[in-house]
């Protein structure tokens, strides 16, 4: 058996930053610049998965080379290796899957977009049952939620509606993060069943977009030329508050280079709007950037929505079969009542851990004992 340095260079290099930024963190220079304790804080809760995992191993890794070597001479220790390799095993894996690069994103807040597709009046119903979902589902994991915008109709559905998600724990570590965990809804979202303006009966078949995109931080600076943006400013529609119908409130901003539109009218004030306005199209924006950079080094995650068409679809919602069906990790459940009750942890983890046996097969593996080795250590123990 070989040393951690030697069989964990990416490890070692983790532990050193790990150490750097922990001396940091408690420089007065840090404590002062929240944006960048925070940026610090965020990745050493990354690198302690690491730490920890790494220390877990290297204790066991450090025992099994004694037992091994007592063992030679004292037939007692035989039984302990036994022990020992079986968890050393599993410690190696468990370091090898958190040393696999996570997305940078993964403890951000989120931004979600719901937008009605095909489907009329029943995919605007269908986009309200999708935002009960997320809320239900955010209440349940102890986060914040703001409907920053929503255009209702008369019905109850929506016609589009933007959902911002917030982690209100600074501790929590990036796999538990919100964009972790919800990154993946992005995509439509296809619906069957009877609608309530059906009166035939029959089973309709509509779909609902999906928008997932990281939230861009307060004092995150990302630079937009004025003169690129036009901002329309009109009279808010549907159920508003005092002054919310009767003031041109409500503002429009085009992104004139990417065509990106986000209109915000929730606000009471065109100050409130246009702010909210801005940070969501500065979100959009830096996504994708960072989308046209993944795709460039052939890493891009699980395709979002294209267009709100049927042909796009990344799930099903089955209501007459009670069945919900994720198409891009197969998974396949018949407690669709319980998902739009929030309970989504099972169809959430079968696309992570997609996601993360994609991510494996694309990283070499630092620590895997060749065949060979592990039969002449077994050898060495019976011997």
């Known amino acids: ?16 930053e790990f150490a750097d930024i922990e001396e940091q963190l408690q420089s007065p220079d840090v404590l002062v610049n929240q944006s960048l304790a925070r940026k610090l804080g965020k990745r050493y809760s990354a690198l302690k998965q690491v730490v920890n995992a790494y220390k877990a191993w290297k204790t066991l890794n450090d025992d099994c080379v004694v037992a091994l070597e007592l063992a030679k001479t004292d037939p007692d220790f035989e039984a302990e290796v036994n022990v020992i390799i079986p968890k050393l095993n ?32 029943e995919s605007t119903l269908f986009a309200g049952d999708l935002l009960r979902m997320y809320l239900k589902y955010a209440e349940k994991r102890g986060w914040k939620t703001q409907i920053m915008q929503a255009t209702e109709t ?3 559905g929506y016609k589009d509606v933007t959902l911002a998600i917030r982690n209100t724990n600074p501790e929590v570590a990036p796999a538990d993060g919100v964009w972790a965990n919800l990154k993946f809804e992005g995509g439509v979202h296809r619906v069957q069943r009877i609608p309530v303006t059906e009166s035939s009966g029959r089973i309709h078949t509509s779909a609902t977009g999906v928008y997932v995109y990281p939230e861009v931080e307060e004092d995150e600076e990302i630079e937009i030329d004025h003169n690129d943006l036009r901002i329309d400013v009109f009279r808010a529609g549907g159920p508003g508050g005092q002054c919310v119908n009767t003031t041109d409130s409500a503002v429009r901003i085009t ?34 950037k960072q989308e046209e950079e993944a795709a460039k080094n052939s890493d891009m995650r699980l395709n979002q929505v294209r267009t709100a068409d049927r042909s796009e679809r990344i799930r099903t919602y089955n ?13 396949k459940a018949y407690n669709l009542d319980q998902v739009l009750d929030g309970d989504l942890d099972a169809v959430i983890n079968s696309c992570i851990e997609l996601d993360e046996k994609t991510r494996l097969n694309k990283c070499v593996s630092w620590t895997r004992i060749p065949p060979q080795q592990e039969k002449q250590t077994t050898r060495a123990v019976k011997n």
Do not use: C, W, Y
């Open 1 to 16: 058996m070989t040393s951690g340095d030697e069989q964990f260079p990416a490890a070692q290099k983790a532990l050193e």
């Open 90 to 121: 599993e410690a190696r894996t468990l370091l090898n899957n958190v040393l696999v690069p996570r997305d940078e994103n993964d403890a951000s807040d989120i931004i979600v977009e719901i937008k009605a597709g095909a489907g009329g009046e």
């Open 154 to 156: 008369d019905i109850g």
């Open 255 to 288: 992104h004139l280079p990417t065509g990106i539109v986000v209109s915000m009218q929730n606000e009471k004030s065109q100050i409130q709007n246009r702010a909210a306005a801005l940070k969501v199209l500065k979100s959009r924006l830096i996504a994708k």
């Open 319 to 331: 209501f007459p079969e009670n069945r919900i069906a994720d198409h891009r990790s197969n998974f």
